[in-house]
């Protein structure tokens, strides 16, 4: 078969063709978020079960892809199109609107695995293995090479991105998504059918399938994990060092899909405009990464430059793999070595950086090695000078020196990199440009509760309050705090105010116990490590005096504690006269009138209390049920916040609504 254009293929069968491609990709890439977000109140440790999800596609990418192959080789075309139709049918038949939750027993990952598996096995293999089925299919019902299917792939894939957040997330439930999704798989099983058809009525050609080809290939590996694990480490550092915004996510995604269309549509010139794009910009991000001036004046500039090094970086690599694509007739076994290499790098950023390093650094160890790319089929000198800048590159942060303060340490956990520093009289626990809290260096001050948790500030003056209002006679008040940070609030502790930590993060937890004085110094509190929400349900109803929810600081919310069905049972946990305060001094959402929303569902009342103390600003929302309470606070300047139309659902909210304009 030859790989040049012939004769052009009928209409029918690139637009039936292009359309099941493009409807497979859109929803592979968009059932994963809606899945998180059904699973979420059920498993709690919002990363946890995003990252299981996605770990549970890939390894269904990996196991589709490679049953495809082995079919393919070991029994032909026809054969694997069989066993690819049945697990479609199987999976219209068999698939949930919306999966039930499971237990096994091992730890929510697990679950989370078995819970998809029984409910979306044959789904995922189906759609893990149509970008390879697709274009075999194709390539033998029209005689043309099909490559630029995956250019279509990659497009359906970014609009589903897109189209969930954008179009779906907010317009229906998720039962409704559910169902939605069903409907459309179905369709793309029928778009597979016909696919399929197209091609079996045609004779089988030579080598189909996939002899011939190695199974596994290393540079079709390298080239494929490489730019994978670029994308991820650019998308943490600019989304939580650079401009931790919320939907920044979209535009290395975008860059990183754009160099898979381009590549395939133009390998040679891809590469090359991808080499020199590398050659021009691997100083200036080295520079921006070490010494973020750019970031710190104009932030736009720096996201776009580090943007601009993953769509060059991909550009390279990716036209370096298209140039190295085999005849169409062994495409199985191509793919197959795509989606391993994807998984490869996917791994790298999620489960062994985070044993290795102690901070987000894996971003410049693969841009180094991707550096290393550059002189390949060029002289013995070029290949000793980009060595020689790959391994700067590489090695570079334990070479420059910190400017913005004297590094203590870092601690680095599935959750993120946690960095302790001393700075301006303060030793502060930051993630990226997230503070989440100081403890003063002079010992005088030391245990003085500071940044958002001042005395005078909303959370401190609810405390006071309570215990004004409270008997001398009555029993030490019980508080859950979620949240710990450096754990500020420990030092409200005496004989009548117990707090307990619920902290999701190891990481956090470590720093404080070592490099702060607020645990040690205020009683030694009790710390649990688990998600909030979870740990708050396990305890009886009533059994609660004050809730402090402190975990909106940073761009990432953990959504399933601020729905409607959340706000409801953490105040069924209070006891009588007891409150909840809700710590929203985050400059990227405006939550306030969701809690609100909430809380009035509820049947309680939400008052806000705004505060600068020490050029510290800090918002803080009290829920309560407890007309006296409300009096009071209302009385001392906490003030009623309008609610918004609706409240988030634990079956319907979006992060976009909640955005400030």
Not at 208 to 234: N, Q
Not at 269 to 276: D, F, K, S
Request: aromatic fraction near 8%; proline fraction near 7%; glycine fraction near 10%.
């Amino acid at each position: 078969m030859s790989e040049t254009a012939g004769p052009a293929p009928p209409r029918l069968a690139v637009v039936a063709f292009a359309a099941t491609v493009a409807v497979s990709a859109a929803l592979l890439f968009a059932v994963q978020p809606m899945l998180g977000k059904v699973l979420l109140p059920a498993y709690g440790g919002g990363a946890a079960v995003w990252t299981a999800v996605m770990l549970f596609f890939q390894i269904g990418l990996l196991a589709g892809s490679g049953l495809f192959h082995a079919v393919s080789t070991l029994f032909g075309g026809g054969a694997a199109a069989a066993v690819h139709l049945c697990l479609a049918v199987l999976g219209v038949l068999l698939v949930p609107v919306v999966p039930v939750a499971r237990e096994t027993g091992l730890g929510p990952t697990i679950d989370v695995l078995a819970t998809l598996a029984a409910a979306y096995g044959p789904v995922v293999l189906v759609l893990g293995a149509n970008a390879a089925a697709l274009q075999a299919w194709y390539a033998r019902a029209v005689g043309q090479a099909p490559w630029w299917l995956y250019a279509v792939s990659n497009a359906g894939s970014f609009f589903g991105l897109l189209a969930y957040p954008l179009l779906i997330e907010s317009a229906f439930t998720l039962h409704e998504q559910g169902a939605l999704w069903v409907r459309a798989f179905a369709v793309c099983a029928a778009g597979l059918a016909a696919c399929a058809w197209m091609a079996l009525r045609r004779p089988a050609r030579r080598a189909e399938g996939g002899s011939g080809t190695p199974v596994l290939r290393l540079d079709w590996l390298i080239l494929a994990a490489l730019p994978s694990s670029l994308l991820l480490g650019v998308t943490e550092h600019i989304t939580v060092v650079v401009a931790p915004l919320p939907m920044l996510w979209v535009l290395p995604l975008a860059a990183y899909l754009a160099s898979w269309i381009l590549a395939f549509a133009h390998p040679e010139g891809a590469a090359r405009c991808g080499r020199l794009m590398v050659m021009a910009l691997c100083l200036p991000v080295l520079f921006e990464f070490q010494q973020p001036v750019i970031s710190i004046e104009l932030p736009a500039l720096a996201v776009a430059l580090h943007v601009a090094g993953l769509l060059g970086a991909g550009l390279m690599a990716h036209g370096m793999l298209a140039q190295r694509r085999p005849p169409a007739a062994t495409l199985t076994g191509f793919y197959l070595n795509l989606s391993l290499g994807g998984a490869i790098g996917g791994l790298v950023n999620a489960v062994v950086a985070p044993l290795l390093l102690d901070r987000a650094i894996e971003y410049l160890f693969v841009f180094g090695a991707l550096l290393l790319l550059v002189p390949v089929g060029r002289d013995r000198g070029a290949k000793v000078i980009w060595g020689l800048m790959a391994a700067l590159v590489a090695f570079s942060p334990y070479l420059a020196p910190r400017r913005d303060g004297t590094l203590v340490a870092h601690a680095r956990d599935f959750y993120g990199t946690v960095t302790v520093i001393d700075t301006a009289g303060q030793r502060q626990m930051a993630h990226g440009r997230t503070v989440h809290g100081f403890e003063w260096l002079d010992p005088a001050r030391r245990l003085e509760p500071s940044s958002y948790y001042h005395r005078d500030a909303g959370a401190g003056r609810l405390i006071t309050t309570m215990l004004e209002l409270r008997p001398l006679s009555a029993p030490p008040m019980n508080a859950v705090l979620v949240g710990l940070g450096p754990g500020t609030m420990a030092c409200y502790a005496s004989d009548r105010f117990r707090p307990t930590f619920v902290e999701i993060s190891p990481a956090v937890v470590a720093s404080a116990q070592r490099w702060f004085g607020f645990l040690s110094g205020c009683g030694s509190p009790p710390v649990e490590i688990g998600d909030g929400r979870l740990r708050l349900l396990a305890r009886p109803p009533g059994s609660i005096d004050l809730i402090v929810i402190d975990a909106y600081s940073g761009v990432s919310i953990p959504v399933h504690m601020a729905t409607a069905e959340a706000t409801a049972q953490f105040l069924d946990r209070l006891a009588p006269g007891g409150a909840m305060t809700v710590h929203v001094s985050t400059p990227h959402f405006d939550l306030a009138p969701l809690v609100a929303a909430a809380a009035r569902e509820a049947g309680a009342r939400a008052l806000m209390l705004e505060r600068v103390v020490e050029n510290v600003p800090s918002s803080w929302i009290t829920v309560t049920r407890d007309e006296a309470l409300s009096r009071r606070l209302a009385d001392e300047g906490w003030a009623p916040i309008p609610p918004a139309a609706r409240p988030w659902r634990d079956d319907r909210w979006d992060l976009l609504s909640a955005i400030r304009r």
